[in-house]
């Protein structure tokens, strides 16, 4: 009979062996990212870019953009923290420019001192702490090229937005505000003029998947937020783009909705193959 230490042995080296093929593959794509080796496009049609949701959604964006003749669409992400995610934006946003030569305008909101304290069961208290992922605005400020930062609390930054940046409008969303209370109020900034949105807006929200620990749910958190965002909203809906689901290669493929302002000026304008025949 083989005794703990032996089987640990065994596990870890069946799972050594397991992770080498993936292992190796995961380094010749950070490799392929990092030299920036092939087009934009072929990097991310491999999955090889850092962060694949962002690129996703900015990248379909532009291309909807494109169809229905804007020259320019704005992104916005919803929790800053140390500014990553909006140097990634301003990189993707420039390789994206090159090819459909559409710009891309990135804002950034943040509290700026971290999360707020959670307000009750519906922001996860047990997952998620006052003060997490707090940020050094100063540094965010100095490592941005054109990203615009927009520090303070979302119901107050919220309320003039539009009006203080009349963005060009909006195609892709990073909702990464972790909790319930904050995702419900940005949501709330899609009731504002369909003009500043294109009429399907892709999304991204992080904290839908989780582990053991977070147990996300259709009854807290960010999923809670859209399931009352859809419920409370008859023309403007947040749906899941079943073509990713059906694929489920990734994560973040279960992590995708699309925004559709079924009122908007161009929402049935056509952008299909034309002269679609069965020969």
Not at 22 to 37: A, G, H, Q, T, V
Not at 99 to 119: E, R, V
Not at 151 to 168: L, Q, V, W
Request: glycine fraction near 4%; hydrophobic fraction near 40%.
């Amino acid at each position: 009979m083989q005794n703990n230490s032996q089987l640990n042995f065994i596990h870890k080296s069946i799972l050594s062996l397991l992770n080498i093929k993936s292992k190796m593959k995961k380094r010749l794509k950070r490799l392929i990212d990092k030299k920036k080796i092939g087009s934009f496009e072929f990097r991310m049609k491999i999955n090889a870019l850092e962060r694949m949701n962002y690129a996703y959604i900015c990248y379909n964006a532009a291309k909807l953009a494109k169809k229905l003749d804007y020259d320019r669409i704005s992104v916005i992400e919803y929790g800053v923290a140390a500014g990553r995610g909006l140097l990634v934006l301003e990189e993707y946003a420039e390789e994206i420019k090159k090819l459909l030569n559409i710009k891309i305008d990135i804002y950034g909101f943040d509290l700026g001192t971290g999360l707020p304290k959670p307000k009750d069961y519906r922001d996860l208290p047990y997952h998620w702490k006052e003060g997490f992922y707090s940020m050094n605005e100063q540094n965010v400020r100095s490592i941005l090229k054109h990203a615009n930062l927009i520090i303070g609390n979302i119901e107050s930054t919220s309320k003039d937005f539009f009006s203080k940046y009349n963005p060009a409008p909006i195609g892709a969303i990073i909702h990464d505000f972790d909790l319930y209370s904050s995702t419900k109020i940005a949501l709330s900034m899609l009731k504002a003029d369909t003009k500043f949105f294109l009429p399907r807006v892709y999304c991204y929200f992080d904290d839908t998947i989780g582990a053991e620990i977070e147990l996300y749910n259709d009854f807290t958190g960010e999923r809670l937020a859209i399931n009352e965002f859809n419920s409370q909203n008859e023309n403007i809906k947040l749906s899941a783009p079943y073509h990713l689901l059906a694929e489920a290669n990734e994560i973040w493929h279960h992590q995708i909705w699309i925004c559709h302002f079924f009122k908007h000026k161009k929402y049935n304008s056509f952008i299909s193959r034309p002269n679609q025949q069965i020969n």
